[in-house]
């Protein structure tokens, strides 16, 4: 189980001079929570993320009692790419919660090993439902029965984790596999020389015509 300790934080306190104390700001809520802001170390809250991501239960240890809850959502610093506050998405206890799960690609296609396809992940994550305690860290896809060119892997070929139901339509295509692309090669289009020849030919023929002397003008006097 994943916990961190939770303080109310005074929302007075400037966020700045929270984490320089080495603290993030952040806020839980939920349907039947109010939505009140805490602190939780930035130390703890990093290894947290790390592990749980956005879709593992994470125990806030607070004093009105431990909330099970969810990451919800990180802001990140643009520049630093430190996370500088988070949201906790508290849900009631007994009660089942629906939640996108990442997708872990596993395994080798051997349409790609043997034959030069292509792999296309259609998906990248899935939505479930489950209890709390049943919600795995991800949804694993193998990928290892892909043998031919055209060959798909849908929603319907998974097997959910005990407890876990997949909020997705049976024929959704999670990944497939394509042929690879033909480079065409492009075409050489052969110069035609002669023509160039006679090109020059015909412009040196202008310029010495255009350079001859007049002959038939009138000759100028000779002296007497």
């Given at each position: 189980?994943?916990?961190?300790?939770a303080?109310?934080?005074?929302?007075?306190?400037?966020?700045?001079?929270?984490?320089?104390a080495?603290?993030?700001?952040?806020?839980?809520?939920?349907k039947?929570?109010?939505?009140?802001s805490?602190?939780?170390?930035?130390?703890?809250?990093?290894k947290?993320?790390?592990?749980?991501?956005?879709?593992?239960?994470?125990?806030?240890?607070?004093?009105?009692?431990d909330k099970?809850?969810l990451?919800?959502?990180?802001?990140?610093?643009?520049?630093s790419?430190?996370?500088?506050?988070?949201?906790?998405?508290?849900f009631?206890k007994?009660?089942?919660?629906?939640?996108?799960?990442?997708?872990?690609?596993t395994?080798?296609?051997?349409?790609?090993?043997?034959?030069?396809?292509?792999?296309?992940?259609?998906l990248?994550?899935?939505?479930v439902?489950?209890?709390?305690?049943?919600?795995?860290h991800?949804i694993s896809?193998?990928?290892?029965?892909?043998?031919n060119?055209?060959?798909?892997?849908?929603?319907?070929?998974?097997?959910?984790?005990?407890?876990?139901?997949?909020?997705?339509n049976?024929?959704e295509?999670?990944?497939?596999?394509?042929a690879p692309?033909?480079e065409?090669?492009?075409?050489v289009?052969?110069?035609?020389l002669?023509?160039?020849?006679?090109?020059?030919?015909g412009?040196e023929?202008?310029?010495?015509?255009?350079?001859?002397?007049?002959?038939?003008?009138?000759?100028p006097p000779?002296?007497?």
């Open positions: 189980m994943l916990t961190l300790k303080e109310i934080r005074d929302t007075k306190t400037k966020p700045a001079q929270i984490r320089k080495g603290k993030i700001p952040a806020v839980f809520y939920g039947k929570e109010a939505s009140t805490i602190t939780v170390p930035k130390i703890d809250f990093l947290v993320w790390k592990e749980a991501g956005e879709s593992t239960v994470v125990t806030l240890e607070t004093t009105d009692g099970e809850s990451i919800q959502d990180v802001d990140i610093d643009p520049v790419g430190a996370p500088r506050h988070a949201d906790f998405y508290v009631e007994g009660h089942k919660v629906k939640v996108a799960l990442p997708i872990e690609f395994g080798t296609a051997p349409a790609v090993k043997d034959l030069g396809g292509i792999l296309v992940k259609v990248h994550e899935l939505k439902e489950a209890m709390p305690k049943d919600l795995p991800d896809v193998d990928v290892g029965i892909l043998a060119f055209g060959d798909q892997i849908l929603a319907k070929d998974l097997v959910a984790p005990a407890g876990v139901t997949l909020l997705v049976p024929e295509v999670i990944a497939l596999v394509s692309r033909e065409k090669e492009e075409e289009v052969p110069i035609d002669s023509s160039i020849e006679v090109e020059k030919k412009k023929e202008v310029e010495g015509e255009e350079g001859e002397t007049p002959t038939n003008l009138p000759k000779s002296n007497p």
